[in-house]
């Protein structure tokens, strides 16, 4: 039997797949991953992952890196219900940071010079709440892969997953139940810890990261795409019997970088940050 810390249940090996803690398409790498039920995370992929990576400017991101996922093709933005504002007639907007702004009319079936179409209006996709969804469960399968049982006895990971299934909306007022606290990309929070969770995830440019940080009564998951930060997850959990030395020392850093696994101390990183090490 296996454990999948999204289910939070023991399933059978036949009912397993490997999931990557950070997509591919968002910066993950092979090798940074668990198994979970494949049922789950089949759901999960589209729901969660995929929303996140169509997120405007988590793909803006993903475009300037060129970081594509399974399908191999090159991430750009695509917007197919757009509107020729000076005729009113559809047009499909494209738009690449190397080649730039493309119009492309479905009725002519060719692509628009500038001077035929000075304005255009398109839609952009965006949510506050994919943040949150994403990190928890990022939490859940980076904190069982960095700490394993110790992860699964000591921390309060129910309500990671509260977090991960519900929109901030759906949850009524069971969000007024829940100890974890949240932080996400469009937050104002201006306190010292996040501040540095967002310079680590902001320095990594192109790198995606995730960041466990150990607290006398907590443990705080930050996550960073591509040298963006989407936000953090403070959960309770009793710390005491985690490591705390050598790659542990003061909480846990992991970081996929040009096809490799890196993992520091929090420690260690923060020297980093700091042009100490």
Known sequence: MIYCPYTNSEIEESEVNREHIIPLSLGGINGFEIPVCKTFN????????????????????????????????????????????????????TFDKKTGLKLYCPITKRELSRGESRSFST?????????????????????YFAYGELFRRSVKHEELRIIMNNSPNDMGDEIYNIETRVDWRFSDDQSENLQIFRLLCNRL???????????????????????????????????????????????????PQKGDLKRVSFKRALEKLAGLA
């Not at 169509?54 to 060129?66: G, P, Y």
């Not at 839609?123 to 904190?143: N, P, R, Y």
């Not at 440019?205 to 907590?218: D, R």
């Open 205 to 255: 440019n192109g790198c995606s990261v995730v960041g466990l940080v150990q607290g006398p009564k907590s443990l705080s998951i930050f996550v960073g795409i591509l040298g963006y930060y989407i936000g953090m997850v403070n959960v309770p959990a009793e710390t005491k019997g985690f490591p705390n030395e050598g790659a542990y020392h003061w909480g846990h850093v992991i970081c």
């Open 42 to 93: 089949s759901v999960a992929g589209s729901k969660i992952d995929g929303k996140l990576a169509n997120d405007f400017l988590v793909l803006m991101k993903r475009n300037e890196h060129d970081i594509r996922g399974h399908s191999g093709k090159k991430p750009a933005f695509v917007g197919k219900n757009s509107v020729n504002s000076d005729t009113g007639t559809p047009i499909q907007v």
């Open 123 to 143: 839609k952009i996709e965006m949510s506050i709440d994919i943040d949150t969804q994403f990190v928890a469960k990022t939490a859940l399968s980076a904190g």
